[in-house]
């Protein structure tokens, strides 16, 4: 003998629609398709052939016959994409490592030590933020021309870091200023120096801060287009973005849009892969570094 | 042998703000220091000037005999316990108790040992491939404890190590801190804002006050016998009744009352008596000096009530007295007496003690 008592459970009982799900969701989706969209075009132009390329009816995602990576392998046999992207990696690296390595310890310096005119020298510093740095550009070139810098990676190298410097100062600045000051003289105590001091305790609970600068400031350099335009002419001296810009057809009238596609892909791959890399590093090191709790 | 001496020492951030002002004292091995005083009147700047981190601008500061006032922190060996525990968030327990270890160059085997012994008085043996992040406040406390007891310094440095706990195990880690540091031999330098416990913990107390010493004995001493006004209000809980009265002859009046005055206090035109308030009670047979007044509030606090009383004879005299909670009394015309031995006497220019 059984009976069958009607269970009241959760699921039973809702029958509408969860609207607040399905608008989440749709908004999700939306997001990411506005944002994600024109790079995933490109991708998607950069693996198709020339004919799906400009076939009159619209080929969103190419099938087997219209996939090739021929665009690629044009870049880097024809192009040589190899000298380019050694270029811009050269010069947004070396870039980036002078303007940590120098910003950091002056911020430092700002946050710590009580020195005169320090309200002086942030003002002055934070003036530079506020100069479109396209405006320097002439007056650079004169600059470069004069010290013999053109055709030189240190043209690129020199100006991105001091553009990027006024970021660093402020950011680490106000990073080291809420670093508890207990620490460092806590360290002093177990007699570490200085440098030991700045070396095994500051700078470990630095990283996060010095990978969000550090990849702030290496987009700059990777991406930068005007100066490196400039003051570089030398065909096996030139950065990715002047590169890919200048890539021509096979004639004039043609648009490469395949390998410009490509060189678009490959030109922001590493950022990408960069990013997210850091990123989880830099999660790690702020709930590791949390003194708080 | 490591007696650490203070001699004339003074600290000017600038002309104006002076927050100590030539303090000389001493502290012997198995002797444990507690500076107490109002917020502001010096008492971390004094242990950072003992610690080297603040640079000393006259005076000397010397461990041992040994005068370390040039010297660096971290040649000093010293140890300190900061109030936000300053662990290295980066490093484990273990190697934030090992790395000042580490950096004075001891084997291995001895940094294990001093971890282990450190970490079994203070419970910390599971704990130790922890970070700090994943401790609870009382735990990176005893880590910040256990730091500077595997040092095995010279002097021990603590600053309000307590006051980031919550008051019940506020208690517990007191009780634990005066066990752990009888059995160091050691001179400990304690500050506090907290009187319970520079009273517990302590074999001497320094109580500051705008820079100034103002009394430096042992706690009871400061308590049965505080060295001027400032002192006695601000040891004991609750705050001794200090009254400002007029001398009239061999006397004083408060309110209508007449108290008499020990031969040293007999001069001035007034000075300022102080009794504590669990020093006032309810007259006994004997008693002489009583005074009567009316209660107007009754504070519960327990074991006893805190009973504040207008005088009689004059409407702004106060006089609070802690009555056992099991005596009886009527709120109108109370009688309440001023034993002589217990009655303080301090003169009214100088503040200072009259009575020995
Ligand atoms: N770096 C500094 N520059 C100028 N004045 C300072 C500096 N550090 C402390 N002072 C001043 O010195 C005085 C004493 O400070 P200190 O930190 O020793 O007080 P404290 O007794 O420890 O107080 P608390 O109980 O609140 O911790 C204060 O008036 C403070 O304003
Ligand atoms: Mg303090």
């Not at chain 1, 994409?81 to 390595?101: D, E, M, P, R």
Request: some cysteine; proline content about 6%; hydrophobic content about 45%.
């Amino acid at each position: 003998m059984t009976t069958t008592h009607p269970t009241a459970t959760p699921q039973a009982n809702a029958t509408g629609i969860p609207w607040k799900k399905v608008l989440l969701w749709s908004a999700i989706a939306l997001t990411v398709i506005f944002s994600l969209g024109p790079p995933m075009w490109e991708l998607l132009t950069s693996i198709k052939t020339n004919s799906a390329i400009t076939a009159d009816s619209v080929v969103y995602f190419p099938s087997l016959d219209q996939f090739t990576v021929e665009h690629y392998v044009q870049l880097f046999q024809r192009n040589q994409f190899h000298i380019y992207i050694f270029n811009s990696a050269l010069v947004a690296i070396v870039s980036t490592v002078l303007c940590l390595g120098i910003g950091s310890p002056a911020a430092y310096a700002l946050a710590r030590l009580r020195i005169p005119g320090e309200q002086i020298v942030l003002a002055c510093v934070l003036v530079v933020t506020l100069f479109p740095y396209i405006l320097l550009f002439l007056g650079l070139l004169d600059l470069v021309r004069a010290l013999g810098l053109a055709n030189n990676y240190l043209a690129l190298i020199i100006p991105y870091t001091a553009i990027n410097m006024p970021l660093t100062i402020l950011v680490m600045r106000s990073f080291f200023q809420q670093l508890p000051k207990d620490l460092e003289d806590s360290a002093k105590i177990d007699g570490y120096n200085t440098v030991q001091m700045l070396w095994q305790i500051v700078l470990p609970m630095t990283l996060p801060a010095l990978v969000t600068t550090g990849i702030l400031a290496f987009i700059f350099a990777w991406n930068e287009y005007i100066f490196a335009l400039t003051f570089i002419t030398r065909e096996s001296m030139k950065t990715i973005p002047v590169a890919a810009a200048q890539l021509g057809g096979t004639t004039l009238f043609e648009v490469p849009y395949g390998p410009l596609a490509a060189a678009t892909v490959i030109g922001t791959l590493p950022l990408v892969l960069l990013v997210l890399f850091f990123q989880r590093k830099i999660v790690q090191g702020l709930t590791a570094g949390s003194v708080k709790g | 042998m490591a007696k650490l001496e203070l001699q004339n020492l003074t600290k000017a951030y600038s002309k104006t703000v002076v927050p100590v002002k030539d303090l000389s004292l001493t502290v012997d091995d198995n002797e444990f220091l507690t500076l107490v005083g109002p917020s502001g009147c010096g008492k971390s700047t004094i242990l950072r000037m003992i610690a080297g981190l603040e640079q000393v601008t006259q005076g000397t500061v010397s461990i041992g005999g040994r005068d370390v006032t040039p010297l660096a922190p971290g040649d000093r060996n010293i140890a300190m316990v900061f109030q936000s525990y300053a662990l290295y968030p980066h490093m484990t327990v273990y190697d934030n108790m090992a790395s000042g270890l580490k950096l004075r160059k001891l084997g291995v085997g001895d940094i294990q040992k001093r971890i282990q012994s450190a970490s079994q008085v203070l419970g910390l043996d599971p704990l130790l491939d922890r970070r700090p992040s994943q401790l609870s406040g009382g735990q990176r406390q005893r880590v910040a404890l256990g730091r500077a007891l595997v040092r095995e310094p010279d002097v021990f440095l603590l600053d309000e190590p307590l006051s980031n706990l919550d008051a019940l195990l506020r208690e517990q880690v007191r009780a634990d801190l005066k066990q752990i540091f009888e059995r160091q031999e050691s001179p400990v330098v304690y500050v506090t804002h907290d009187q319970t416990e520079a009273m517990t913990l302590s074999t001497k107390v320094a109580v500051l006050s705008e820079g100034y010493l103002q009394q430096l004995d042992a706690p009871n001493e400061i308590y049965r016998r505080p060295a001027n006004r400032f002192v006695a209000g601000f040891i004991g809980s609750p705050q001794m009744n200090l009254m400002t009265l007029e001398r009239v002859e061999n006397s004083v009046l408060l309110g209508e009352f007449k108290i008499e005055l020990p031969d040293a206090a007999r001069k001035g035109s007034s000075v300022i008596l102080g009794i504590r308030p669990e020093h006032v009670r309810l007259p006994q047979e004997g008693d002489c000096q009583i005074v009567r007044g009316d209660v107007f509030l009754v504070e519960n606090l327990g074991m006893s009530d805190l009973v504040s009383v207008r005088l009689h004879g004059s409407d702004d005299r106060v006089l609070r007295a802690m009555l056992p909670a099991d005596a009886t009394w009527s709120r109108e015309n109370i009688e309440l007496a001023l034993p002589p031995q217990s009655i303080h006497w301090f003169d009214v220019e100088t503040e200072a003690r009259l009575t020995s």
